[in-house]
Nanobody
Framework: QVQLVESGGGLVQAGGSLRLSCAAS????????MGWYRQAPGKQRELVAT???????NYADSVKGRFTISRDTAENTVFLQMNSLKPDDTAVYYC??????????WGQGTQVTVSS
């Protein structure tokens, strides 16, 4: 059973930074591309960053140049470094497999709130 536990969110002023972590249990982490998603109130969940097993990354246009995804395969952990945060980045952030369906069970997410 895959379990995903996100942490590192909080309240930060616009322009600030946060680093999110996601601890993954199970073997699926070491064989799959991983992604960070976010869901703002009243909006659909969106994929903002992905990282393949080999370390190739991709980003949504809205976060490109500000967010950096990375992974530590030995520790089964994926990170999201978020810089130059904007109020529009306010959302609950989740990690999961980087795909459009067939995800692992979603974790509780971590709340990121950016004040103006």
């Amino acid at each position: 059973q895959v379990q995903l536990v996100e942490s590192g969110g909080g309240l930060v002023q616009a322009g600030g930074s946060l680093r999110l972590s996601c601890a993954a249990s199970g073997t699926i982490f070491s064989t799959s591309a991983m992604g960070w998603y976010r869901q703002a109130p009243g909006k659909q969940r969106e994929l903002v960053a992905t990282c393949t097993i080999g370390g190739s990354t991709n980003y949504a246009d809205s976060v490109k140049g500000r967010f950096t995804i990375s992974r530590d395969t030995a520790e089964n952990t994926v990170f999201l470094q978020m810089n130059s945060l904007k109020p529009d980045d306010t959302a609950v952030y989740y990690c999961n497999l980087a795909r459009s369906s067939g995800w692992a069970p979603w974790g509780q997410g971590t709340q990121v709130t950016v004040s103006s």
